[in-house]
């Protein structure tokens, strides 16, 4: 079975905090692929970041950092100096290669101060 | 990129009634689409996944003659919930898979469901 873990139901950090949100998968699949994705309040699905399972590489893009390590079976994402904008809920998500099924972990709800 | 739109954005109804949601991939032809559905603050949980021409495939615990989804063509799926209820009101968002990049859903912006 798959299945997504965010710990993290909701986080709170002052503008220009790092901050970091947690996600651990657990999947028998050998190929798959991992996922964030950003969901603003007005609902829409924003996609942030597709790494597949042969790819251990650490990314970066921007203020955005994504920390993939097989061997504990995470995938954590970074933002660098926060700022009011990436208010939103992040999910992380999983799919295997021998079908298209996304899971999705329940959410992290992030609150950037002002 | 690709584009994948969905209409009505929102709509109210009446218990009862039944509702009819479109889903369309713009600029690409999507062999497979799915269909999410997400109650307040929680996550996204897929309800059936449809493929051009065919049955929808549909989750366990997901009523397949209550949400009926029909995928007519490469550009449009439709999901029709029957007799909504109350309970039936949430975020209902669509995905469109493109054949030329597996393992890649964009989703549509969902359509906001309230039974009254």
């Known amino acids: 079975a798959q299945k997504v873990t965010q710990a993290q139901t909701e986080i709170s950090v002052v503008e220009k905090e790092d901050v970091t949100l947690d996600c651990v998968y657990e999947t028998r699949d050998t190929t798959y692929y991992l996922f964030w994705y950003k969901q603003p309040p007005s609902g829409e699905l924003v996609f942030l970041i597709r790494?597949?399972?042969?790819?251990?590489q650490n990314e970066i893009s921007g203020r955005y950092s994504w920390n993939f390590q097989k061997s504990t079976s995470s995938f954590n994402f970074t933002i660098t100096a926060s700022q009011v904008v990436d208010s939103a809920v992040y999910f992380c998500a999983l799919s295997a290669l021998r079908d298209d099924k996304i899971i999705f972990g329940k959410g992290t709800r992030l609150h950037i101060l002002p | 990129g690709a584009v994948v739109s969905q209409h009505p954005s929102w709509v109210i109804c009446k218990s009862g009634t039944s509702v009819k949601i479109e889903c369309r991939s713009l600029?690409?032809?999507?062999?497979?689409m799915f269909w999410y559905r997400q109650f307040p603050k929680q996550s996204l949980m897929l309800m059936a996944t449809s493929n051009e021409g065919s049955k929808a495939t549909y989750e366990q615990g997901v009523e397949k003659d209550k949400f009926l989804i029909n995928h007519a063509s490469l550009t449009l799926s439709t999901l029709t919930v029957t007799s909504a209820h109350p309970e039936d009101s949430s975020f209902y968002i669509c995905?469109?898979?493109?054949?030329?990049?597996?393992?890649?859903?964009?989703f549509g912006p969902g359509t906001r469901l309230l039974v009254l």
């Open positions: 995905s469109a898979r493109t054949p030329t990049r597996a393992q890649t859903q964009y």
């Open positions: 600029d690409f032809q999507a062999t497979t």
């Open positions: 790494r597949n399972s042969f790819d251990e």
